[in-house]
């Protein structure tokens, strides 16, 4: 028997596919579309998120460091860098206890649409 022959007697006893087969693989297929339109849903969500903690971060950084190299105020009032649409940053400065009026504590807060997202503090000398 060749080859030809014995593919052609085992086609022979085959109907075709069935509707539960058929229904199946609709369900696998179906299941495993779900599941990575969830997986990039999720991982968009992350790289959203992870973007607003380093502009706030990077914000908050700039603040303090433009704050150090402004002349020091006895008042504690510093002037605050342009911040991107959505974003507010506050710049608050304390008096460290024990210490003269020469030393001051310095807060940044980084704020987007209103909640905080990021707050840095150091310390600023007058020299």
Same mark, same amino acid.
């Given at each position: ?13 085959? +109907?075709?596919? /069935? ?13 495993? &579309?779900? $599941?990575?339109? #969830? ?33 020091? +105020?006895?008042? /504690?009032?510093?002037p605050t860098i342009t911040a991107p649409v959505?974003?507010?940053?506050? &710049?608050? $400065?304390?008096? #460290? ?21 990021f707050q840095v503090s150091d310390y600023k000398v007058n020299r």
């Amino acid at each position: 028997m060749t080859m030809l022959a014995w593919l052609k007697r085992m086609i022979a006893g085959q +109907r075709g596919i /069935g509707l539960a087969e058929t229904l199946v693989a609709v369900a696998i297929l179906g299941t495993c &579309v779900v $599941a990575f339109v #969830v997986a990039l849903s999720t991982g968009s969500l992350a790289v959203g998120e992870h973007s607003r903690e380093t502009t706030a971060q990077s914000l908050a950084q700039s603040q303090i460091e433009h704050t150090k190299n402004y002349a020091f +105020r006895s008042n /504690g009032v510093y002037p605050t860098i342009t911040a991107p649409v959505g974003y507010t940053i506050t &710049v608050g $400065a304390s008096s #460290v206890a024990g210490a003269d009026t020469n030393m001051q504590k310095i807060t940044v807060t980084v704020l987007l649409n209103g909640s905080s997202l990021f707050q840095v503090s150091d310390y600023k000398v007058n020299r």
